[in-house]
T-cell receptor, first 111, second 113 residues
Framework: GQSLEQPSEVTAVEGAIVQINCTYQTSGFYGLSWYQQHDGGAPTFLSYNALDGLEETGRFSSFLSRSDSYGYLLLQELQMKDSASYFCAVTVGGGYQKVTFGTGTKLQVIP | DTEVTQTPKHLVMGMTNKKSLKCEQHMGHRAMYWYKQKAKKPPELMFVYSYEKLSINESVPSRFSPECPNSSLLNLHLHALQPEDSALYLC????????????FGPGTRLTVL
C-alpha cells in the first residue's frame, strides 16, 4: 500500500512564505500532485511533479526528491484566501494509475 | 466548459432507501472517478472508469453500485446504506487515467439516517 504524511496544521502570517511537506512510502511511484480544498469545497489542482526538482506556478511552487521520497508545496506572498486544506497525492503505476491522497494540512493565514 | 457538475448537492436517506448520485462533465475526459471524503480526512478512491469501463474498484461494499452510461455521465447507485456511509461524495474526471490533473465536482453531502 501507500502512505503519505503531512503536518496536520500550519499557521502563517499574511504576506509570508510557508512550506508544506509531504513524505511518502509507496511502490510504483509515478508522480506527486498537490490539491487545495477550502472548507465545503471541492479539491482543486495546484501542481504536479514527475521528476526531481522545482515546478513553479505563480505564487505556488512544488518540489520533489524521488530519492528521499519527499516533496513540498511552497506558497509565497500568502493571502487570507490561501487558508484551506492542502493535500499531496501520489500516483502509482501499473495498468491503470491509482491515486492516494496524503493526510492533509490545514493552513491558517493570519493578518 | 471546464466544470464537473454533481447532483444533488445534499441528500438525506434512510437505510432502506434507494437513491442515485449523478456526475457530468463535458470536457471530453475519458477517465472518471468516485471518491468518498469524511470530515477532516483526505478523499478516498472508490471507483475508476476508463473509456466507460470500470477499471478499479477499491473493495467498495456492494451497496454502492457505479454506472457509466456514456463518456459524459457517471452515476453512483446507493442501496441499503449504513449511517457510517454518511460523507461527501466527490466525482472527478481527467483526460485519461494517465493524466495527472483531475477536475473535481463540488460533491454530494450524503447523510444516512
Amino acid at each position: 500500500g501507500q502512505s503519505l504524511e503531512q503536518p496536520s496544521e500550519v499557521t502563517a502570517v499574511e504576506g509570508a512564505i510557508v512550506q508544506i511537506n509531504c513524505t511518502y512510502q509507496t511502490s510504483g511511484f509515478y508522480g506527486l500532485s498537490w490539491y487545495q480544498q477550502h472548507d465545503g469545497g471541492a479539491p482543486t489542482f495546484l501542481s504536479y511533479n514527475a521528476l526531481d526538482g522545482l515546478e513553479e506556478t505563480g505564487r505556488f511552487s512544488s518540489f520533489l526528491s524521488r530519492s528521499d521520497s519527499y516533496g513540498y508545496l511552497l506558497l509565497q506572498e500568502l493571502q487570507m484566501k490561501d487558508s484551506a486544506s492542502y493535500f499531496c497525492a501520489v500516483t502509482v503505476g501499473g495498468g491503470y494509475q491509482k491515486v492516494t491522497f496524503g493526510t492533509g494540512t490545514k493552513l491558517q493565514v493570519i493578518p | 466548459d471546464t466544470e464537473v457538475t454533481q447532483t444533488p448537492k445534499h441528500l438525506v436517506m434512510g437505510m432502506t432507501n434507494k437513491k442515485s448520485l449523478k456526475c457530468e462533465q463535458h470536457m471530453g475526459h475519458r477517465a472518471m472517478y468516485w471518491y468518498k471524503q469524511k470530515a477532516k480526512k483526505p478523499p478516498e478512491l472508490m471507483f475508476v472508469y476508463s473509456y466507460e469501463k470500470l477499471s478499479i474498484n477499491e473493495s467498495v461494499p456492494s451497496r454502492f453500485s457505479p454506472e457509466c452510461p456514456n463518456s459524459s455521465l457517471l452515476n453512483l447507485h446507493l442501496h441499503a446504506l449504513q449511517p457510517e456511509d454518511s460523507a461527501l461524495y466527490l466525482c472527478a474526471s481527467s483526460q485519461t487515467t494517465t493524466s495527472q490533473h483531475w477536475f473535481f465536482g463540488p460533491g454530494t453531502r450524503l447523510t444516512v439516517l
